[in-house]
C-alpha cells in the first residue's frame, strides 16, 4: 500500500532554476495539499485541492504552481527558484473535509543556492 | 500571538517516566484538534485525534479545555521509541474552507 508517494527525495537548484516536485497518492483522496517546513517552523499550505480540476492558495503560494488533471496526481511547480525556497515540501492527501486526518509523503528536501 | 503555540522542548524523559506537553491556541472558533507525530527527517503522522471528553489510545491520553483554549498529550511509561516531535494541529472552519493549523513542535527525548 504506497499512500502517498513524492519524488524527488532530494534536489540542489541553482538561482532561477525551474521544476516539478511531484506528488501521487493510490488512496483515492480527494483533498490534496502542499506544505512547506522550515527548521523551527509548523507546516505551512502552499496550495491545495478539493478534487481533480479545482485548486486555490494556501498561507504561502508565491513562487509556486499548481494543476490537478487527476484525483492521484497533484505536482507542484517552482518557476524562479530562490533561496528562500530552501525547504522541506510535504504533499499530503485526505478522504474529505471532516475530520480531515491528512496523509503525508516522505517529503521532498530542496536547496537553491 | 501564534494560532497555535507549543514549547519546543527538547523535553528529556528516562524511559518509563510521564511526560505531558500542552498547545494553545488562540481561535475560540477552532473544531477540531490532532496531534501528529514526527520522527526527525521523516513525514508527519497521526497519533490521535483530541475528543471533547478526552481520550485514551494505550500509554497516550489526550485532553481538550475549550474554555482555556488548549490541548494536552500525556504519555505514561514512556519508551525510547516515543522519541520525536509532537506537533498539536487544529482545524478551523473559514471562509476558505477549513484550514489545518501545525504547532511548531515539542521535541521529546527519551533517554535511558
Known amino acids: 500500500n504506497a499512500g502517498v508517494t513524492q519524488t524527488p527525495k532530494f534536489r540542489i537548484l541553482k538561482i532561477g532554476q525551474s521544476m516539478t516536485l511531484q506528488c501521487t497518492q493510490d488512496?483515492?483522496?480527494?483533498?490534496m495539499y502542499w506544505y512547506r517546513q522550515d527548521p523551527g517552523m509548523g507546516l505551512k499550505l502552499i496550495y491545495y485541492s478539493v478534487g481533480a480540476g479545482i485548486t486555490d492558495k494556501g498561507e504561502v503560494p508565491n513562487g509556486y504552481n499548481v494543476s490537478r488533471s487527476t484525483t492521484e496526481d497533484f505536482p507542484l511547480r517552482l518557476e524562479l527558484a530562490a533561496p528562500s525556497q530552501t525547504s522541506v515540501y510535504f504533499c499530503?492527501?485526505?478522504?474529505?473535509?471532516?475530520?480531515?486526518?491528512?496523509?503525508f509523503g516522505a517529503g521532498t528536501r530542496l536547496s537553491v543556492l | 500571538r501564534k494560532e497555535v503555540e507549543q514549547d519546543p522542548g527538547p523535553f528529556n524523559v528516562p524511559e518509563g517516566a510521564t511526560v505531558a506537553f500542552n498547545c494553545t491556541y488562540s481561535?475560540?472558533?477552532?473544531?477540531?484538534f490532532f496531534w501528529y507525530r514526527q520522527d526527525c527527517r521523516k513525514e508527519p503522522k497521526l497519533l490521535m485525534s483530541v475528543y471533547s471528553s478526552g481520550n485514551e489510545d494505550g500509554r497516550f491520553t489526550a485532553q481538550l479545555n475549550r474554555a482555556s483554549q488548549y490541548i494536552s498529550l500525556l504519555i505514561r511509561d514512556s519508551k525510547l521509541s516515543d522519541s520525536a516531535t509532537y506537533l498539536c494541529?487544529?482545524?478551523?472552519?473559514?471562509?476558505?474552507?477549513?484550514?489545518?493549523?501545525f504547532g511548531t513542535g515539542t521535541q521529546l527525548k527519551v533517554e535511558l
Open positions: 494541529v487544529v482545524k478551523i472552519l473559514t471562509g476558505g474552507g477549513n484550514k489545518l493549523t
Open positions: 499530503a492527501s485526505s478522504y474529505d473535509e471532516v475530520p480531515n486526518i491528512q496523509y
Open positions: 488512496m483515492n483522496h480527494n483533498y
Open positions: 481561535n475560540s472558533a477552532s473544531q477540531s
